[in-house]
């Protein structure tokens, strides 16, 4: 918690502060901001997170696909969205008191909390978990100077932290995977949907094995599967989706899925989720 002495009028940011937003990680982290928090001038969305087991709150959609991007990362293991620099104020030898001024809002004197979109959380092969902030950067961003300085403030608050920090514009986002995750994200765990593990490990085995065995496209494999299985319309594509999140199988993500593609264009992952063993043939 931060020191700084926040005005007790300002009952928004202690009410936030008294919520715990801001703190904690994994399934206890609260966002700074939600989707309720301030009128964004973007499409604002909620994802339940692979990751967490929590709904992220985005307030653009480069935030959310940025999102999408870290959550097909097995090296990610934590997503913290809007993270506040709570301590920000403290660190006088980066925020002189000419620019903490300006930081303050110039009727009630409360201090802005500056947030970084994401604080994104690694782990390496030895187990080592490391950190790095990320704030997206929107066209509108850079149209003024006092923006401009704000990401200067924060650059400077990682550098402090020795946590690698960078903007990220939207071309430096992979739209085409990210729209790709996005189909298929709500498939991954399909408790979800009413299935447990036993109860369709078998039709699982049969789906892969007509993407194996069977001929044409996938969207073929699909229907096989519907017809001759499930008795339920659309639940091949909802196996599909969940294989894909659970990376059993694998296709190009860097390409938008086409169901009608051939079936040779998936592959059959091995058990680790790793290696390719075996790519299916039409």
Not at 11 to 40: D, T
Not at 69 to 96: G, K, N
Not at 163 to 182: D, F, M, Q, T, Y
Request: proline share 2%; net charge positive; glycine share 8%.
């Amino acid at each position: 918690m931060s020191k700084f002495n926040y005005d007790a009028s300002d009952a928004k940011l202690q009410r936030f502060i008294k919520e715990g937003r801001g703190q904690g990680r994994g399934a206890e982290y609260q966002p700074w901001l939600n989707v309720h928090s301030i009128a964004s001038r973007g499409r604002v969305s909620r994802v339940s997170g692979w990751k967490t087991g929590r709904v992220h709150h985005f307030l653009s959609d480069n935030e959310t696909r940025y999102f999408y991007l870290c959550e097909w990362s097995d090296a990610v293991i934590d997503i913290r969205e809007h993270y506040p620099l709570m301590d920000l104020y403290e660190m006088t030898d980066i925020l002189d008191d000419d620019l903490a001024k300006k930081l303050m809002d110039r009727k009630t004197g409360t201090p802005h909390i500056l947030t970084s979109t994401f604080l994104i959380t690694v782990k390496n092969d030895e187990g080592q978990e490391r950190h790095f902030a990320r704030n997206i950067k929107e066209a509108r961003d850079f149209e003024k100077n006092s923006v401009i300085e704000r990401y200067e403030v924060i650059r400077r608050y990682w550098h402090k932290k020795g946590i690698p920090w960078g903007l990220v514009s939207s071309s430096e986002i992979n739209a085409v995977r990210a729209k790709n995750i996005e189909w298929l994200h709500a498939a991954r765990r399909l408790s979800d949907w009413g299935y447990s593990d036993q109860q369709i490990a078998g039709e699982i085995r049969f789906l892969m094995e007509l993407l194996i065995g069977g001929q044409g496209s996938i969207k073929n494999a699909i229907e096989r599967f519907d017809s001759q299985v499930s008795g339920e319309q659309g639940k091949g594509l909802l196996m599909l989706k969940h294989l894909l999140a659970a990376k059993q199988i694998k296709i190009d993500m860097d390409k938008p899925i086409d169901l009608n593609h051939s079936a040779k264009s998936i592959e059959i992952v091995d058990n680790k989720g790793s290696d390719t063993v075996a790519k299916i043939s039409g």
